[in-house]
């Protein structure tokens, strides 16, 4: 299961993820080398340490997170949620702009369900928390071309409140 993750990790990197990955990498060995050259002077030597080892951490964490959300630019609406009174079922349909400066060959779009409560620290913790996940898969959608969609959450029990929230991840 992690082994089926990873590689689609890695299936899914673009060149840029290997120039960040690299240029991390070179950080990394950098600091590292000077501060073994500068070990008589303790003080700079264990600070170059850890930023070393928080380059090689968070460069490529922090990176791919903020150079991914620039790249593959998308902005989704809910337009119309409705929920089915005769079946189980919640209808959401929306929209899906690019607004990067690339066509995107596939992009996942993911509608959740999330508890409500008045607890404003509830709130934000339901959200990492959905009770109900569905997504889509759309193709083909050229630079500053917005789509139409429509979820389908289906064996959906929930009679308390609750908010729906939409978001995509392209390539």
Excluded: W
């Amino acid at each position: 299961m992690i082994t089926d993750k990873l590689s689609v990790f890695i299936d899914e990197l673009i060149v840029y993820d290997y120039i960040l990955f690299g240029s991390s990498f070179a950080i990394f060995v950098l600091l590292i080398i000077l501060g073994i050259l500068l070990r008589n002077k303790i003080f700079i030597s264990i600070v170059l340490f850890l930023l070393g080892f928080s380059s090689i951490i968070l460069g490529p964490t922090l990176g791919y997170v903020k150079m991914h959300s620039y790249v593959f630019k998308n902005t989704t609406k809910i337009i119309e949620q409705k929920k089915l009174t005769f079946t189980k079922a919640i209808v959401i349909n929306g929209t899906l702009k690019n607004e990067s400066n690339i066509d995107f060959s596939m992009c996942k779009i993911k509608a959740s369900a999330y508890k409500v409560s008045s607890n404003a620290l509830k709130n934000y913790l339901f959200k990492f928390k959905p009770f109900k996940e569905r997504s889509i898969l759309e193709y083909d959608i050229n630079k500053n071309e917005t789509i139409e969609f429509k979820i389908i959450i289906d064996s959906f029990n929930y009679e308390k409140d609750y908010n729906v929230s939409v978001g995509a991840s392209c390539r």
